[in-house]
């Protein structure tokens, strides 16, 4: 059964300071690996897709990054508005199924 | 403007008593899927479709049921709703591409059953 995990759970962060989330799978043949933002009361929103490793992806203050077992979202120099639970999602080659971890939930402090 | 659609968004209801969260997608999706979200267990996946009378079951399956007899829809049904099934659920739809393809989601609907 593929399996994604999630750390921290809670992250807080002050406005500026750069971090890290972690995301660890198990899962059969990738068949791509998701990050996503979900902000309180809405949809997940898509952030990047990686699909093997060594993959890197940015979009403004993130960047996803993809090993073998893991994949990592960096924030860097964080705002207010970065303040959101951060999912990732894995999809085996095998079937068509999704499967998300619990999330981060990232607070920025001005 | 391209979306998901849930109705209703929220349903206050009693045990045993069926009901139809419907979901509807503007964007020619062949890929659509439900999901149920609990604190602290994230997003699990209940139904997924790849194409019009194609489901297949996700890992929570038990308790519902889904159809797909036209592309843009795929409303999930739940025949005799018992407790453990209040929580906040997802409707979302991608292309098929390569079953690769980033998920567009709705605002979701909350359940409560009492």
């Known amino acids: 059964e593929d399996q994604v995990t999630q750390s921290p759970e809670a992250l807080r962060l002050q406005e500026g300071e750069s971090s890290s989330l972690n995301c660890s799978y198990t899962v059969s043949g990738l068949r791509g690996l998701f990050w996503y933002r979900q902000d309180p009361g809405k949809g997940p929103e898509f952030l990047f897709t990686?699909?093997?490793a060594g993959e890197e992806k940015e979009k403004e203050r993130l960047k996803a990054t993809l090993t073998k077992k893991e994949s990592f979202l960096h924030i860097t120099a964080p705002k207010p508005e970065d303040s959101a639970t951060y999912l990732c999602?894995?999809?085996?080659?095998?079937?068509?199924?999704?499967?998300f971890g619990a999330g981060t939930t990232v607070t920025v402090r001005a | 403007e391209a979306q998901v659609t849930q109705n209703p968004r929220y349903l206050i209801t009693v045990t045993g008593k069926k009901l139809t969260v419907t979901c509807s997608q503007n964007m020619n999706h062949e890929y659509m899927s439900w999901y149920r979200q609990d604190p602290g267990l994230g997003l699990r996946q209940i139904y997924y479709?790849?194409?019009?009378?194609?489901?297949d079951k996700g890992d929570v399956p038990e308790g519902y049921k889904v159809s797909r007899k036209e592309k843009r829809n795929f409303p999930l049904i739940l025949e005799s709703p018992s407790p453990n099934q209040t929580s906040l659920y997802f409707c979302?739809?991608?292309?098929?591409?390569?079953?690769?393809?980033?998920?567009?989601f709705g605002d979701g609907t909350r359940l409560s059953i009492l």
């Open positions: 979302a739809s991608s292309s098929l591409g390569g079953g690769n393809q980033p998920q567009h």
């Open positions: 990686l699909y093997s």
């Open positions: 479709s790849m194409n019009v009378e194609v489901t």
């Open positions: 999602a894995v999809q085996a080659s095998t079937d068509y199924k999704l499967s």
